[in-house]
């Protein structure tokens, strides 16, 4: 099983729409975690941390449940802008350099 | 600050070539890092440094070395091409590596070996 699983995807949503994007981890250890948005033929960038408490980032929030290993973000009132790739990562403990990346998930939101 | 920069952008090699990918960085960062990225795939670490002089492997480091001689350069060189290594080459840096810090990545090389 791979250590970090998205959605496979793709998601094609309207303008306006909710869209939400789950990912689960099997490393119990995994410590910290991140989505990191990636466009067509560019480089990863980050987009959020992820927080045991949750946390909101203007139309984005992500949410992270230890107990079910399970990350989730969420993006409301989608834009043509947010078309991309979007990116789950963890880090474990004990590996403080080494970033774990799931495939990730391909949103295209159309007008 | 240019930020992470990589060259060349594209390479075309044949199977058996050796070539080393650029990577250089303007931010003082201590921790850089290089991944591949394969469709399907995600990104899988290939080699990484926590300072100059310090190297470590990663995920996948077969057919790939590196040094890391000074803080803002951190170059990876494949020794003997292979088609399996035709990817898109991403190299990252970061402050100090530690968790939650933002890694950085450069625009990346796409590589073919044929």
């Known amino acids: 099983r791979k250590e970090v699983e998205q959605d496979p995807g793709p998601f094609n949503v309207p303008e306006g729409a909710t869209v939400a994007f789950n990912c689960t981890y099997s490393?119990?250890?995994?410590?910290?975690f991140f989505w990191y948005r990636q466009d067509c033929r560019k480089e990863p960038k980050l987009l959020m941390s992820?927080?045991?408490s949750g946390n909101e980032d203007g139309r984005f929030t992500a949410q992270l449940n230890r107990a079910s290993q399970y990350i989730s973000l969420l993006i409301r009132d989608s834009k043509l802008s947010d078309s991309a790739t979007y990116l789950c990562?963890?880090?474990?403990?004990?590996?403080?350099?080494?970033?774990?990346f799931g495939k990730g998930t391909l949103l295209t939101v159309n007008p | 600050n240019a930020g992470v920069t990589q060259t060349p952008k594209f390479q075309v090699l044949k199977t058996g070539q050796s070539m080393t990918l650029q990577c250089a960085q303007d931010m003082n960062h201590e921790y850089m890092s290089w991944y591949r990225q394969d469709p399907g795939m995600g990104l899988r670490l290939i080699h990484y440094?926590?300072?100059?002089?310090?190297?470590d492997q990663g995920e996948v480091p077969n057919g790939y070395n590196v040094s890391r001689s000074t803080t803002e350069d951190f170059p990876l060189r494949l020794l003997s091409a292979a088609p399996s290594q035709t990817s898109v080459y991403f190299c990252?840096?970061?402050?100090?590596?530690?968790?939650?810090?933002?890694?950085?990545f450069g625009p990346g090389t796409r590589l073919l070996v044929l």
């Open positions: 990562v963890a880090r474990t403990r004990g590996s403080n350099y080494k970033l774990t």
């Open positions: 990252a840096s970061s402050y100090s590596g530690m968790a939650g810090e933002t890694q950085y």
């Open positions: 490393n119990s250890a995994s410590q910290s």
């Open positions: 440094s926590v300072g100059a002089g310090i190297t």
């Open positions: 992820v927080y045991s």
